[in-house]
Every structure is written in structure tokens, then in C-alpha cells.
């Protein structure tokens, strides 16, 4: 059964860090560029950063650049998403998912979701 599963969320003081994973099973993410997508109230999904299956590259949205760093450790078959100095408007459920057409920010274009973990920036 394929399966992507995050963890890491939680409520963090605006300001902080928080890593989230997201672990996959029943498949291996070798061959597959993982994303990580954002869904805040009453929004669309959104594309928050992406890397590629194989030469590294990455895709970063403008409103996170310089804060978040994805990386993957497929021996884990695992990708991570550092953020740091987190603001509250990044306050949201984050989703990994996994696309077999290379790195991209189109939900549409990913072929395997996780049910999300929240994330809560707050004083």
C-alpha cells in the first residue's frame, strides 16, 4: 500500500523553527520529485517547495525562500522541510506528496498526497 505520511507540525512562537518528514512506504521515492504543499483556511493548496529525484534541484515559493530548506535522504526514503524563522501567515496543514514528472508546484501534477500535519505559528 503506497503511503506518505508527515510528521514534525506543531505550535511553534513566531520566530522559530520546526522540521517536518515525510516518510514513505509500500513504494520508494527514488524515482519520484517530492513536494511540499501548504492549505490554510479557507485556501487553496498551494506549493511551498519542491526537489527532484535525482540531480538536486529544487523549487522554492518567493514567501519562503531564505527561510525553508528541503532536502532528502532516500536511504530513509525520507524528505525533510527545515523552516526557520516562521511567521505566522505560515501557519497552515502542510502535505508531502510525490510527483513522477519532476519538480513542480501544481497540485495537480502530484500523484501520491500525505493527509497532512498543521503547522501553528503563534504568540
Known amino acids: 500500500q503506497v503511503q506518505l505520511v508527515e510528521s514534525g507540525g506543531g505550535l511553534v512562537q513566531p520566530g522559530g523553527s520546526l522540521r517536518l518528514s515525510c516518510a514513505a512506504s509500500?513504494?520508494?521515492?527514488?524515482?519520484?520529485?517530492i513536494g511540499w504543499f501548504l492549505q490554510a483556511p479557507g485556501k487553496e493548496r498551494e506549493g511551498v517547495s519542491c526537489?527532484?529525484?535525482?540531480?538536486?534541484?529544487?523549487y522554492y515559493a518567493d514567501s519562503v525562500k531564505g527561510r525553508f530548506t528541503i532536502s532528502r535522504d532516500n536511504a530513509k526514503n525520507t524528505v525533510y522541510l527545515q523552516m526557520n524563522s516562521l511567521k505566522p501567515e505560515d501557519t497552515a496543514v502542510y502535505y508531502c506528496?510525490?510527483?513522477?514528472?519532476?519538480?513542480?508546484?501544481?497540485?495537480?501534477?502530484?500523484?501520491?498526497w500525505g493527509k497532512g500535519t498543521l503547522v501553528t505559528v503563534s504568540s
Open positions: 526537489i527532484s529525484s535525482s540531480d538536486g534541484s529544487t
Open positions: 509500500g513504494f520508494t521515492l527514488d524515482y519520484y520529485a
Open positions: 506528496a510525490a510527483s513522477s514528472d519532476g519538480v513542480n508546484s501544481d497540485p495537480r501534477a502530484m500523484d501520491y
